[in-house]
Nanobody
Framework: QVQLVESGGGWVQAGGSLRLSCVAS????????MGWFRQGPGKEREYVASISWDGGVRDYADFVKGRFTISRDNAKNTLYLQMYSLKPDDTAVYYC???????????????????WGQGTQVTVSS
């Protein structure tokens, strides 16, 4: 069993920055790709970014390219999402997830992920 706990969310003005963290327990995640998703008010959950097991491959949704950076520290079993130039449209609950079935891919769909955190709220005011 895997537990994922996100933190680092909060309120920020447009143009500001936040760094989200996701700490895993119950299993070492060093061999598995991980990702971030978000769900805005009244919207479906959507893909934000993903990273390969070793950090060598990173993928981003078009709407965050150049503004967000995904990274991981396998020694700490922790995933990060550094967010810059935040916009009101980035307001959402952000979720981290891990794919334990496909260690060599960088998944971008909800169905490919097996375990999810409870989410952390990010609110960006204009």
């Amino acid at each position: 069993q895997v537990q994922l706990v996100e933190s680092g969310g909060g309120w920020v003005q447009a143009g500001g920055s936040l760094r989200l963290s996701c700490v895993a327990s119950g299993r070492t995640l060093a061999r598995y790709p991980m990702g971030w998703f978000r769900q805005g008010p009244g919207k479906e959950r959507e893909y934000v970014a993903s990273i390969s097991w070793d950090g060598g491959v990173r993928d981003y949704a078009d709407f965050v390219k150049g503004r967000f950076t995904i990274s991981r520290d396998n020694a700490k079993n922790t995933l990060y999402l550094q967010m810059y130039s935040l916009k009101p449209d980035d307001t959402a609950v952000y979720y981290c997830a891990v794919d334990i079935r496909h260690s060599l891919t960088v998944p971008s769909t909800i169905e490919e992920y097996d375990y999810w955190g409870q989410g952390t709220q990010v609110t960006v005011s204009s």
